[in-house]
């Protein structure tokens, strides 16, 4: 038994440098399980960070999006709402105009404090 080989046993020179030395160790535990593992652990570590800070980029450009609506959109719209009902309002009563002529009997009554101010 003493002149058998086995496989696992890995012939290193003695004369190589630390360099490569290390860099053929971590090869060979790359192809370990554990060493895979590992591998596979730090690729997904790697990817979250990298979601993480893609995710905290796009949002950073959002919340300029919201305070533009907000600030500035937000008024734009109350004020074109107001005119809508202003329109509305003026609408309704050339209508009445048109329909009743210049007789106010006929025309229909609000009740004070109904009407828009």
């Known amino acids: 038994m003493a002149g058998f080989v086995s496989d696992s046993v890995v012939a290193r020179p003695s004369h190589a440098k630390p360099a490569e030395r290390r860099a053929r160790l971590r090869m060979a535990a790359a192809r370990t ?7 596979g652990v730090a690729a997904v570590v790697v990817l979250a960070c ?3 800070v893609l995710i905290a980029v796009l949002f950073g450009g959002l919340n300029g ?3 533009s609506i907000g600030h500035r959109d ?3 719209v109350d004020a074109a ?5 202003s329109l509305n309002d003026m609408d309704a ?3 009445n105009v048109l329909l009743v002529g210049g007789a ?3 025309a229909a009554r609000i009740a004070p404090g109904r009407g828009r101010k």
Do not use: K
Not at 33 to 39: E, I, L, M, N, T
Not at 81 to 85: A, I, S, W
């Open 81 to 85: 709402t107001g005119l809508y009902f």
């Open 33 to 39: 399980r554990p060493g895979r593992v590992r591998a």
């Open 93 to 95: 009563q050339v209508a």
């Open 74 to 76: 937000a008024p734009e």
């Open 65 to 67: 999006g919201f305070r």
């Open 104 to 106: 106010r009997s006929l």
């Open 50 to 52: 990298g979601l993480g």
